[in-house]
T-cell receptor, first 111, second 115 residues
Framework: KNQVEQSPQSLIILEGKNCTLQ??????????LRWYKQDTGRGPVSLTI?????NTKSNGRYTATLDADTKHSSLHITASQLSDSASYIC??????????FGAGTTVTVRA | ETGVTQTPRHLVMGMTNKKSLKCEQH?????MYWYKQSAKKPLELMFV???????ENNSVPSRFSPECPNSSHLFLHLHTLQPEDSALYLC??????????????FGDGTRLSIL
């Protein structure tokens, strides 16, 4: 069973609207939680990295939250743009170096 | 531009062919990685090199053979592949294998199709 589960698998939103992606993980001992954005035909690009002591971190219109007690993270996209259409991958790090990847959430932003 | 360049971007090969994937990073990193990404599935770590030494092989079939001649270059040699090996192969680098709070930088991948 995968140690990182993401939901929803995909979603469609209208340009300008907000959306929130969910991630639950079970890795232990936990080191940090990462979110990556992967555009079609490109490699993943790092958005945020949070350690267990951080509750929130922003990167422009992307805001990630982390609850290490419930082993849950979310990624909020504010005022979506067409360029936000991509796959968003949640990654939990175990033991300082072992990365467990989620299958990703595909976001489609429509005009 | 991520600083990690992969070639070729696309590769179609028969099951009896031999080919190689190349990765080059210009970031001064010491750790390099090969991942396999199949549709709708999580990235699968294949190999890890740290300071040119292979530190991980995640039970990858021997038809995949990595090579790391220096800290900036990484190759994946392919031979006698199977149709299920068709996937996107991603290379990544990071400052060091043990620096977990540093991001991994990915190349744009090689889309491999096995006929």
């Amino acid at each position: 069973k995968n140690q990182v589960e993401q939901s929803p698998q995909s979603l469609i939103i209208l340009e300008g609207k907000n959306c929130t992606l969910q991630c639950n993980y079970t890795v232990s001992p936990f080191s940090n939680l990462r979110w990556y954005k992967q555009d079609t035909g490109r490699g993943p690009v790092s958005l945020t990295i949070m350690t267990f002591s951080e509750n929130t971190k922003s990167n422009g219109r992307y805001t990630a939250t982390l609850d290490a007690d419930t082993k849950h993270s979310s990624l909020h996209i504010t005022a979506s743009q067409l360029s936000d259409s991509a796959s968003y991958i949640c990654v939990a790090t175990e033991n300082d170096y072992k990365l467990s990847f989620g299958a990703g959430t595909t976001v489609t932003v429509r005009a | 531009e991520t600083g990690v360049t992969q070639t070729p971007r696309h590769l179609v090969m028969g099951m009896t062919n031999k080919k190689s994937l190349k990765c080059e990073q210009h970031l001064g990193h010491n750790a390099m990685y090969w991942y396999k990404q199949s549709a709708k599935k999580p990235l699968e770590l294949m190999f890890v090199y740290n300071f040119k030494e292979q530190t991980e092989n995640n039970s990858v079939p021997s038809r995949f053979s990595p090579e790391c001649p220096n800290s900036s270059h990484l190759f994946l040699h392919l031979h006698t592949l199977q149709p299920e090996d068709s996937a996107l192969y991603l290379c990544a680098s990071s400052q060091d294998r043990g620096q977990s709070n540093q991001p991994q930088h990915f190349g744009d991948g090689t889309r491999l199709s096995i006929l």
